[in-house]
């Protein structure tokens, strides 16, 4: 028996208006433990090679962890996954909230949605009973807005996730949002539910999950809620969440700022923690068993409107505050809330609104192409740029796609201005004084995205302190020498297995990054729950084999892949960083080829960056190591 | 001692709801929990916990008395229910439960699961008779 799942598969086939239930492979989820695990496996088995993201023959992928829903701090987790419409290759994201509990109390491990509807639908879960229902009357409808009327046509102890009209609209970096708040927001998922016209999921879930020993698991989880709030960032780092940071990125020289163009702010207190707290906190938010809420719920009053948002978190104030240099946290918080109304990824949303207005500074966008005036630090700005891109008016229907595929529409030298890996925008961290961190954006499995691996703090202290720890630090803002390239590979591949094996057990990783809470513990409740011996190296192990298992499904999706995937955007190695502590640094494409031949080496890849057969084979992926050399020896029509 | 819900610590992580689950029925199953956490989103933006106070509405409309004080505790005798459910009706606060799978009605205990399991002492043991909540 299974212990800690809830035993269950459900699949909707929406082209056929089929659902079905299977019950969870024991062999599987034993090897693939959950979460971020079921996704990649799924994803790998499901979709055949070559697939266009937006084929019927795409899949959506919800899996929660074992995890998942049961006693302990941050189980409130769920992973989604699809072929992203944004890169073509690998893509998933991770959700907070209650929707991943919920699905489990329904009975539910893993949604697998395949097909392609040809009206507007919906997925009603409500334990047993699954339905797929008319949409046509919600399309179009806002993200909140739609949460709202359907909390009240259905039920308050329903969970609903929804999509905007940007997903509508086929925008590339469309979320999916839940929870009055909580976005999967990276690499496109929304952008799939769209083209698949599912435009909202709800599930009521009233069951139990079966534990091995219910005893020890009630004494575990009590004892692991009381271990954390021994932590000192449990009141030292939590008021403020993932903002609370703002500072210390922005005084070691590392905050996105002008498009990339500097990596310091000056104008950083305006848009901080401190100023969440003082100008917009109404509540702090948590997700499903969380002590230590990283949301802020506030009010966001500017002079172009006002609206209820929680965030800003730290990424979309990096990317609106620094990287569109909006100058409040007003105004951040604003533009955060029309993002989730459209269902728009913020990270992207104010990249890519970043590059639009540089492009339009230096005249590769042209006033007619725009509609109207814009600058950097604008909010009406921002806002008329957003809202182009959610409808795909003007140049917001190039800017939709994303910087890389809108750089090579507009071209006239547009490509040195977007910021992104393998087509996905970059994050929250500048780096060409980091090279560590450079190289954790370079080998993310989905494109630039930092929350695969994080070692900016290392790049600067050369310690693994925790975040609550090197914000109590903090940063000179003085300037800072060059740094070594040579020697980072292991970081970065430690911090790869580790962060993501939160995604594969369901729980949230910021009880362990940012405040130091043990991974024993996670050992100890996984062999209460599930009844299964794991050690934490075994659970990396597993983590090691999934990330294989991910480059491997991108090797496989893009039939030129090699080491050019993993170049740095042009920008970060040609233009010195303009002002603050890394003023004039820039990383050279030599110290790249360092980066990643010690990467791939460390990796078991060959130096095109693709997993070797006996890598494959060691980690326990022989039939990956088949498929993908069947591929690449014949292509996608062998 | 009566539970005390002060509302604006409230993050609404439902962590006392898994406790109370757990404590009681050794069951992960939140829709068991005898308290509930109200989200008010997108506005005003805040949580409300609905506790049993203790009030005893449950009891005054039990027609056969299976609800009964003991040391301050209105407890179910469900050998003595008759499932007529008018206490469900009667409850105030909403928290006086019912469950398919049970043969009688449930409600708070005072376990104080609740109050240990939260971890921002949204809900807290308080002396107080007059004012329950903050």
């Keep these: ?638 | 001692m009566q539970l005390k819900a002060i509302h604006d610590n409230c993050s609404g992580c439902r962590t006392c709801l898994l406790a109370c689950a757990m404590e009681n029925f050794r069951q992960v199953r939140p829709s068991l929990a005898v308290l509930r956490i109200e989200g008010l989103f997108p506005a005003p933006g805040s949580y409300r916990i609905e506790l049993c106070d203790q009030c005893g509405a449950c009891a005054e409309v039990c027609p056969v008395e299976a609800i009964q004080l003991e040391d301050g505790v209105y407890r179910v005798r469900e050998e003595e229910c008759i499932q007529c459910w008018e206490c469900l009706e009667a409850c105030p606060n909403g928290v006086m439960r019912f469950h398919p799978a049970m043969e009688a009605p449930f409600k708070c205990t005072h376990c104080g699961a609740c109050v240990q399991a939260c971890p921002r002492s949204a809900i807290v043991w308080s002396d107080e008779k007059e004012s329950l909540e903050v």
């Design chain 1, 1 to 638: 028996m299974l212990y800690g799942y809830a035993g269950q598969v459900l699949w909707i086939d929406l082209s056929r208006r089929k659902i079905e239930k299977r019950p969870l492979d024991e062999g599987f989820a034993r090897k693939y433990i959950g979460g971020r695990g079921f996704v990649a496996r799924m994803l790998f088995d499901l979709v055949p090679p070559g697939t266009d993201p937006y084929a019927p023959e795409n899949i959506m992928v919800m899996a929660t962890g074992p995890l998942s829903g049961h006693f302990l701090p941050g189980s409130g987790k769920t992973h989604f996954g699809t072929k992203s419409p944004a890169t073509g290759m690998y893509g998933d994201g991770n959700m907070g909230g209650h929707i991943g509990p919920a699905l489990k109390y329904a009975g539910y491990d893993m949604l697998v949605i395949t097909g392609k509807a040809d009206a507007p639908c919906a997925l009603v879960i409500d334990d047993e009973a699954v339905e797929l229902r008319d949409a046509s009357g919600h399309w179009g409808k806002w993200s909140l807005k739609l949460e709202r009327e359907l909390k009240d046509e259905l039920g308050e102890d329903f969970e609903i996730c929804t999509i905007g009209p940007a997903a509508e609209n086929l925008v590339r970096f469309a979320c999916i949002s839940h929870d009055f708040g909580r976005q999967c927001g990276r690499t496109g998922i929304g952008t799939v539910w769209g083209d698949k016209k599912l435009k909202y999921l709800a599930v009521r879930g009233t069951g139990n999950l079966s534990v091995f020993d219910p005893e020890g698991a009630l004494e575990a989880g009590r004892r692991s809620y009381s271990d954390i709030k021994d932590k000192p960032g449990f009141t030292g780092w939590q008021p403020e969440g993932t903002a609370g940071i703002t500072n210390f990125v922005n005084q070691v020289g590392a905050f996105p700022t002008r498009n990339f163009q500097t990596s310091f702010a000056e104008h950083h207190e305006q848009i901080n923690g401190k100023a969440i707290l003082e100008k917009l906190l109404i509540t702090h938010k948590g997700c499903f068993a969380c002590p230590i809420p990283c949301g802020k719920y506030g009010k966001a009053v500017t002079e172009l409107g006002e609206a209820y948002v929680e965030g800003p978190e730290f990424e979309t104030i990096s990317m609106f505050g620094g990287n569109c240099v909006l100058p409040s946290i007003e105004d951040v918080a604003y533009v955060n809330w029309l993002c989730d109304e459209l269902g728009l990824d913020t990270i992207s949303g104010g990249a890519v609104v970043g590059f639009a207005l540089e492009c339009f500074e230096r005249g590769m966008i042209s006033l007619e192409e725009m509609g109207r005036e814009v600058s950097f630090g604008d909010l009406e700005s921002v806002l008329h740029i957003l809202h182009l891109i959610a409808k795909r008016e003007k140049i917001g229907d190039a800017l939709a796609d994303g910087v890389k595929l809108a750089a090579e529409r507009i071209g006239r030298g547009s490509e040195r201005l977007a910021v992104h890996v393998k087509g996905l925008e970059w994050t929250g961290y500048e780096c060409r004084n980091a090279p560590g961190m450079m190289l954790c954006y370079l080998t993310a499995d989905v494109g630039a995205h930092h929350n695969r691996a994080w070692v900016l703090g290392k790049d600067v202290t050369g310690t693994d302190a925790d975040v609550h720890s090197l914000i109590q630090a903090g940063g000179s803002g003085d300037r800072l020498p060059k740094s070594e390239v040579r020697g980072k590979a292991q970081w970065v591949i430690d911090s790869q297995h580790l962060r993501p094996m939160f995604d594969v057990l369901g729980t949230c990783r910021l009880q362990m990054m940012e405040l130091g809470f043990e991974v024993e513990h996670y050992e100890e409740l996984f062999s209460l729950i599930t009844g299964q011996e794991k050690s934490w190296e075994e659970m990396i192990r597993v983590s090691e084999m999934i990330w294989h298992l991910t480059r491997a499904f991108s090797v496989r999706e893009v039939l030129n892949f090699g080491r050019h995937m993993d170049y740095p955007p042009q920008r970060l190695c040609q233009d010195p960083v303009k002002t603050g502590p890394n003023q004039g640094h820039c990383i050279s494409m030599d110290e790249v080829h360092i980066l990643l031949d010690e990467y791939y080496l460390a990796r078991g890849w060959d130096e095109n960056g693709v997993p070797t057969r006996e890598t494959l084979e060691r980690v326990g992926l022989a039939d990956v190591a088949a498929e993908l050399e069947a591929v690449r020896a014949h292509g996608f029509s062998r």
